[in-house]
């Protein structure tokens, strides 16, 4: 058994390069989205990186060396942005592979679409936090977006391109969760994206989940991975998961009993039966790819400031002033989240620290300590009783670097970014 197809490790050394880039290129939105990080805006801010400054950060990316990072445009709404196409296209004669992640609104048209499509978009995402209008109009904060995303996305995969699905997972939707699967199956995605909300923004007055719940949730979204292409963002024990379910299927035992899961992972699976998502052909379930803050990824804001996610709002630099690669590479921010050994709780104790790492942005949310242990972890290090298949897994899964000096790949890996706050983020 081989601890590579079940957590993928990044390729390239993360501490001189990442995996993908987000830039937050406006936080001008239509939209009210009440999970929103940016607390969008209805007009564009006068310090925002103009066109130049802008195709200065894509020289920046694409000199971290061939191939370049994913470099993904969020916001906001890209679309509020005139220069969209000007800087997709810019971004690949720089050798830079550019998605997008657009607000659901009426600028989503098969026209524009056809334009950043056109203009060399090698991806796109987009968000759908409900199987109804109901649901997703009143997360997003304005009536119409269902129809508009739904639209959207249809045109999207007419035209070819590669499109992600992301869903906030919020107290308000957990139920809802299996049938928002079903329209990832029949509308068909290259990716769906389960993201595990962080309490920064507006997303602070949102209920938040226990870590048995959340616990429930992977579980399911791990289930679910043989019915789409699923993964997790900011839920990095998603990679803990994996690893567990993978050892208790070899040993034939029972992971619900083993894992000790609650009453929301049986009702997701029974609902998940009810609506035969298991039925017809298995795919093969796609690995989770180990991505977290600083390590292989990065957050650009729409002003420049540099920051390890988006929703971790410590800051360590500004591309006006020093090179994009400078700053990931050597600053104090970024090289002490690539180490491991800084963790502290049960993240620091912890045997699966590694490969996991736990949300830095949640445990800076939720407690101002960035190292602090993840507050959506109910694991106990230790605990998993199968630690001696568990070590030889780990002992054949190369370890990332600390420090020092497509949607080809990845973006079937990392498509979609969300408004709130960067999503073709990393998979966890």
């Known amino acids: 058994m081989s601890a590579v197809r079940v957590v993928r490790r990044q390729h390239q050394d993360v501490g001189a390069k990442p995996f993908i880039v987000i830039w937050e290129s406006t936080r001008a939105c239509p939209l009210a989205c009440l999970h929103c990080r940016a607390e969008a805006v209805p007009d564009r801010d006068p310090r925002e990186l103009d066109t130049a400054a ?15 990072p994913l470099f993904v445009i969020t916001g906001g709404d890209p679309f509020q942005r005139p220069d969209l196409e000007e800087l997709i296209s810019h971004g690949e004669q720089a050798g830079v592979r550019v998605a997008v992640s657009p607000s659901g609104t009426p600028t989503l048209t098969p026209e524009r679409l056809r334009a950043v499509h056109d203009a060399g978009a090698v991806g796109l995402s987009l968000s759908l936090d409900g199987s109804t209008a109901e649901l997703h109009d009143g997360f997003r904060g304005v009536p119409g977006v269902y129809r508009w995303t739904l639209d959207a996305w249809d045109a999207a995969r007419a035209l070819g391109m590669k499109v992600q699905i992301n869903t906030t997972v919020t107290r308000r939707n957990l139920r809802d969760l299996p049938d928002v699967v079903r329209l990832v199956r029949e509308h068909g995605a290259m990716l769906w994206s389960a993201f595990f909300l ?10 938040l989940l226990t870590p048995a719940e959340t616990e429930d949730v992977l579980n399911f979204v791990h289930d679910v991975g043989t019915t789409v292409p699923a993964k997790t963002t900011e839920a990095h024990h998603f990679r803990r998961v994996a690893l567990q379910r993978r050892i208790l299927a070899d040993a034939g035992e029972d992971h619900v009993a083993a894992l000790r899961l609650g009453p929301l992972y ?38 420049g400031t540099v920051h390890p996610s988006g929703f971790l709002p410590l ?16 600053s104090a921010l970024f090289t002490g989240l690539r180490d491991a050994d800084r963790l502290g709780g049960r993240c620091g104790t912890c045997e699966f620290r590694r490969i ?48 020092g000096a497509g949607i080809a790949r990845a973006g079937a890996d990392n498509a979609g970014a969300d408004r709130a706050g960067g999503r073709i983020g990393p998979a966890s």
């Open 315 to 330: 800051g360590a630099g500004d591309v006006r002033r020093t090179p994009l690669p400078e700053i990931y590479r050597t």
């Open 356 to 403: 996991c790492g736990g949300s830095r942005s949640r445990a800076h949310g939720v407690t101002g300590d960035p190292y602090a242990e993840e507050p959506w972890c109910g694991y106990q290090p230790g605990s998993f009783p199968y630690q001696r298949e568990l070590a030889a897994l780990l002992d054949h899964t190369p370890r990332t670097g600390t420090g």
């Open 54 to 68: 802008a195709k200065d950060l894509l020289h920046q990316v694409a000199a971290f060396g061939h191939p370049a």
């Open 198 to 207: 962080v309490p920064t923004g507006r997303g602070r007055q949102l209920g």
């Open 266 to 303: 049986r009702e997701l699976t029974a609902r998940a039966a009810e609506l035969g998502l298991h039925e017809g052909g298995r795919r093969v379930r796609r690995p989770p790819l180990d991505v977290n803050a600083g390590r292989g990824f990065v957050f650009v804001s729409h002003t």
